[in-house]
C-alpha cells in the first residue's frame, strides 16, 4: 500500500552568494505554476547568510505565506521535486530535505529535517566537476517507506564560489569542511557534504 503524503507549503531555500530561487514543485509528472506550492520568500533572489537565523530553514518572509501556499498530494515511490526560475550558475551542491509536520499551512520548518537527496561533485586529475551546474529541477523518488502525513519539502543549493572567506547560509556551522572551502586552489579531491546522510528508507 502506497502512502499518501501530502506535501504543502513547500519550504525552501536558495544557496549563499547564488541568485536564483526554487519556485516551483514537479509532481506527478509536471511542473506546477510558480509558488502555488511554494512559499514566497520576500529577499527576491537574494541569499540568507547569517546561519544563526530562523530565515535558514525556509528563507526570508516564508512564514508570511504559509498559510495562503497550497498543498499537494503525492504517494511515496513517486518522484518529486522542484524548480527553479532559472539555472544553476555557480559551483555547489545541490539537497533535497524533508521534514514530517502536524500543519503544512502553520508548520515553521523547526522539526527535525531529513535529507533525501543530494547532488554532489565528482573528481578527475586536477579537475572538479559540479553536476548542480545547469541545474534547472531536482528531484528524487520518495522511499517507498515513508509513513503517510503532511510534510515540507526543502531545496538548497550551496553555492562554493567564495566560500573559503565567507560565512554561508547552512543549519550547520559555516566552519563546517563542506562550507568553508577553497574550490579553486588547491583543486580539491572530496569533498565532505554538510548535514546528515541521505536516507533512503
Not at 129 to 157: C, D, F, M
Amino acid at each position: 500500500m502506497k502512502s499518501a503524503l501530502a506535501f504543502a507549503a513547500l519550504c525552501l531555500a536558495q544557496g549563499a552568494f547564488a541568485h536564483y530561487r526554487w519556485t516551483n514543485l514537479y509532481a506527478n509528472g509536471s511542473t506546477t505554476a510558480d509558488y502555488y506550492y511554494v512559499r514566497q520568500n520576500t529577499n527576491y533572489n537574494s541569499p540568507v547568510t547569517d546561519v544563526t537565523s530562523n530565515d535558514i530553514r525556509c528563507n526570508t518572509g516564508t512564514q508570511a505565506a504559509a498559510a495562503n501556499t497550497h498543498i499537494g498530494t503525492v504517494t511515496a515511490g513517486s518522484e518529486v521535486g522542484l524548480a527553479l526560475d532559472q539555472a544553476i550558475y555557480h559551483p555547489g551542491i545541490a539537497t533535497l530535505y524533508m521534514t514530517k509536520v502536524a500543519n503544512d499551512n502553520t508548520a515553521d520548518g523547526s522539526t527535525p529535517w531529513f535529507k533525501v537527496a543530494q547532488l554532489l561533485p565528482t573528481f578527475g586529475p586536477n579537475t572538479v566537476n559540479w553536476p548542480a551546474n545547469n541545474l534547472q529541477k531536482y528531484t528524487v523518488t520518495i522511499p517507498k517507506s515513508l509513513p503517510s502525513g503532511q510534510y515540507l519539502l526543502r531545496a538548497e543549493h550551496i553555492a562554493l564560489h567564495v566560500a573559503q572567506s565567507a560565512d554561508l547560509m547552512r543549519p550547520d556551522k559555516a566552519t563546517d569542511p563542506g562550507i568553508l572551502i577553497n574550490i579553486n586552489y588547491p583543486v580539491p579531491t572530496s569533498y565532505v557534504a554538510p548535514g546528515p546522510s541521505v536516507w533512503t528508507g
